[in-house]
């Protein structure tokens, strides 16, 4: 993709750098050299949405298909299609890419967002699907929870009034950028994306193990900070000594320090916490708590501890809030796919 020239936006980007770097290397900080107060008593866990590849592809799903695969045959036109399975309905389903990718573009963004931003998301779920689709079987969906697919009876009955309004939105985002999809090496890229960053995008070996000897150098970390003023940026939960036994299989947990030890990455994501003398990766703590994102700090409660989330995903590719806060800072979907998955090719795009 073509490099574009934005001098106010890179100063922009340079401002908010530097509070991001405040921000994420604080709390480490702080924890280990600074006494956490006492907190109120613990509270419910923020529970965590189902996941679904805005949130948290399992492992299993994303590294495992391989990142050597061609193109797939089909493209715009009458015989692009996705086959779907419904857990809602129990059903398999064959439905035409524009309309999977207008009802996927509806369950996993605000349609009020910039149209870049939805252009950019638009891009990255259609290289994703297509990636999973050439490697064969079943895209797995949830009409009933609006994971990934939603028929248009569905949107028609949510929406009332406004069904037009969003239709149109859908419509105009998805003509515009239908059959781009994204490449590295001639082969479609892990266009795995997110809701909202930590400050900044992880290095998908730093989530993704198994997946870390893979060519995917396009998914390195990255500077997010606009991330930082989103709603849902940060959340918390609070869970006694024997709920946290319980979720995470410990016993014996020490009072005064139940969790030491932690290890992070520059944006803040745990890498390593130690935990009633077992080594428990951030993402699997995040996994077993319900926390909306691995990047999380703690202080005691009276009988337990409360934990301060940043973010909200697994935080590797595509930050959704990042690709709104570059949008309305001028950015246009090219750039924003550019700056998520550095090295990437946009194909199937006219000249800008």
Request: glycine share 12%; proline share 8%.
């Amino acid at each position: 993709m073509k490099k574009s020239s934005r001098p106010a936006l890179k100063r922009l980007f340079l401002c908010f750098l530097l509070l991001y770097l405040l921000i994420t290397l604080l709390p480490p900080l702080l924890y280990y050299y600074v006494p956490g107060p006492t907190a109120s008593a613990p509270g419910q866990a923020v529970p965590e949405p189902t996941p679904g590849p805005a949130l948290s592809p399992a492992p299993s799903q994303d590294p495992g298909v391989s990142s050597a695969l061609p193109e797939p045959a089909a493209g715009p036109g009458s015989s692009d299609s996705f086959t779907l399975y419904d857990s809602a309905t129990e059903k398999s389903l064959t439905v035409p890419a524009r309309e999977f990718l207008m009802a996927d573009l509806a369950c996993e963004m605000d349609l009020h967002a910039p149209k870049e931003a939805l252009k950019a998301q638009a891009v990255a779920a259609y290289t994703y699907y297509s990636r999973q689709r050439a490697a064969g079987g079943e895209i797995a969906c949830d009409s009933g929870k609006w994971l990934v697919y939603v028929p248009e009876e569905v949107m028609r009955e949510r929406w009332g009034e406004d069904y037009e309004e969003y239709r149109q939105i859908l419509s105009g985002v998805v003509d515009e950028v239908y059959g781009q999809t994204l490449t590295y090496g001639g082969e479609l890229i892990l266009a795995s994306y997110f809701a909202i960053s930590p400050g900044g995008t992880e290095s998908v070996q730093n989530v993704w193990a198994e997946d870390a000897e893979k060519d995917h150098p396009y998914l390195q970390a990255v500077a997010s900070p606009g991330d930082m003023f989103s709603d849902g940026y940060l959340s918390y939960a609070g869970f006694t000594l024997e709920e946290l036994e319980g979720a995470l299989g410990v016993s014996g947990l020490d009072p005064e320090e139940p969790l030491s030890g932690a290890e992070y990455t520059p944006s803040g994501t745990v890498l390593s916490v130690d935990i009633g003398g077992e080594s428990f990766t951030g993402q699997e703590v995040r996994a077993a708590l319900g926390l909306r994102s691995a990047a999380f700090t703690w202080e005691p409660t009276e009988g337990g501890l409360r934990f301060t989330v940043r973010g909200w995903g697994h935080g590797v590719g595509l930050s959704q809030a990042g690709a709104v806060f570059m949008a309305k800072a001028g950015a246009g979907y090219r750039e924003i796919l550019e700056h998520y998955y550095p090295g990437a090719e946009l194909k199937g795009a006219g000249p800008e």
